[in-house]
């Protein structure tokens, strides 16, 4: 049975770090695109970063770019977000996703067939 399990959000002040995880279980993360994206109060879901399957390589939002590190770890089935410098605008409930397009990754979560519960992260003082 396929799943997707993220935890790591929590409440942290401006310009702390977070790490967030998306353990999988029933397929291996190393053969599709994979993204993180986020869903903020009031606004739609958007696409943080992602990694794509035909190049190995990870792509970031503008949003994103500099401040947040996606990873994957092969033998453990499990990507990562790490996040550093956060903002108060960085609030919201994070995402993992899978894609089983074979195309490059996108920020599109219409392309994404597989989801995680989601975890909050709160960027407050």
């Known amino acids: 049975q396929l799943q997707l399990v993220e935890s790591g959000g929590g409440l942290v002040e401006p310009g702390g770090s977070l790490k967030l995880s998306c353990v999988a279980s029933?397929?291996?993360?190393?053969?599709?695109?994979i993204g993180w994206f986020r869903k903020a109060p009031g606004k739609e879901r958007e696409g943080v970063a992602c990694?794509?399957?035909?190049?190995?390589?990870?792509y970031y939002t503008d949003s994103a770019e500099g401040r947040f590190t996606m990873s994957r770890d092969g033998p453990a089935n499990t990507m990562y977000l790490e996040m550093n410098n956060l903002k108060p605008e960085d609030t919201g409930i994070y995402f993992c996703a899978i894609s089983l397009t074979f195309t490059y990754c996108s920020y599109r979560p219409e392309d994404y067939r597989f989801w995680g519960q989601g975890t909050e992260v709160t960027v407050a003082s």
């Open positions: 029933g397929l291996s993360l190393g053969t599709y695109n």
């Open positions: 990694i794509s399957r035909p190049d190995g390589k990870t």
